[in-house]
């Protein structure tokens, strides 16, 4: 059976700092992206594909990220669904979706945005990568599979085992791997944000642009078990990473998941592994 929010795709989130000017300027420079003040006093970081809200809160916090929709009728069918299922819809705390938007939130008490993007003039951009997932880490992995699965209407794509408990898992709600995963952890936190740049030569060109900027490299280059993606992370100055990625897979609506060992081999089929838990 088809599910309401496919398709959907990661539009933006915010990312919240102590000093939301330097931590767009950081984005700025680290993509080679427009920084602007908006009128409310957030920071927008915009290039082609990619969007970054900046605010002012506890440095490394991700308060939502936003999904945008085909259209108003699967926006109003969607809102519909969620209705039916009584869950409880705010007013959308973003700049940049349209009237009608609205947020739900998470059991770790992140909301998320579905809306339809306002019309904004084409922004270029001298590299290519379009945003493309958020994960997040988290102590209540079950609830958030329980709540992004069964009432958001995301579709599993992959989940990490160890002795029958979750470690992870990778959600889709568009025929890409996926827009969303959590990690389980002892604290709930963001984990990571990435962009889709299409190619393993736009991953090195991305290489070449952080060794100008002088920004080592955290993790990677290798390439993920789940997704198939090549990738590398870098951190922002709050320590949350940000991750460059071609070649993730693509899946149907229908596919079932698959499962993997919670080993670092999962993370990293080339080697060494970031192992949140
Ligand atoms: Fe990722």
């Not at 605010?55 to 945008?68: H, M, R």
């Not at 299922?85 to 947020?103: H, N």
């Not at 329980?146 to 794509?157: C, K, N």
């Not at 991305?206 to 993790?219: E, N, S, V």
């Amino acid at each position: 059976m088809s599910t309401p929010l496919w398709p959907a795709r990661l539009h933006h989130l915010r990312r919240d700092s102590a000093n939301p000017e330097r931590l767009a300027r950081f984005y700025g420079d680290l993509l080679d992206d427009r920084v602007e003040e908006l009128p409310n006093g957030e920071w927008l970081v915009q290039g082609h594909g990619r969007r970054l809200i900046a605010g002012s809160g506890a440095g490394g916090t991700v308060p939502y990220f936003a999904l945008a929709l085909r259209d108003a009728a699967q926006l109003a069918s969607y809102g519909a669904a969620l209705e039916r299922l009584g869950v409880a819809r705010e007013r959308s705390p973003s700049p940049l979706f349209a009237e009608g938007a609205f947020a739900v939130t998470d059991p770790d008490g992140r909301r998320v945005v579905f809306g339809l993007p306002l019309r904004v003039s084409g922004v270029q951009s001298r590299l290519a990568g379009r945003l493309q997932h958020f994960v997040c880490a988290s102590a209540r992995v079950p609830e958030l599979l329980a709540f992004y699965r069964d009432i958001l209407g995301a579709r599993e794509s992959d989940r990490v085992l160890e002795n029958e408990e979750v470690a992870a898992v990778f959600l889709r709600s568009d025929p890409e791997h996926h827009s969303f995963a959590t990690f389980r952890a002892p604290e709930s936190r963001p984990d990571h944000h990435s962009y889709e740049t299409g190619s393993w030569n736009a991953i090195r060109d991305w290489g070449d642009h952080m060794a100008k900027l002088r920004i080592p490299l955290w993790w990677g280059p290798g390439r993920h078990g789940p997704g198939n993606n090549l990738f590398f992370m870098i951190e922002d100055p709050d320590g949350h990473k940000v991750e460059f990625s071609a070649e993730l897979e693509i899946m149907s609506e229908d596919a079932p998941f698959r499962t993997w060992p919670h080993e670092p081999r999962t993370l990293n089929l080339w080697g060494s592994a970031w192992m949140r838990s």
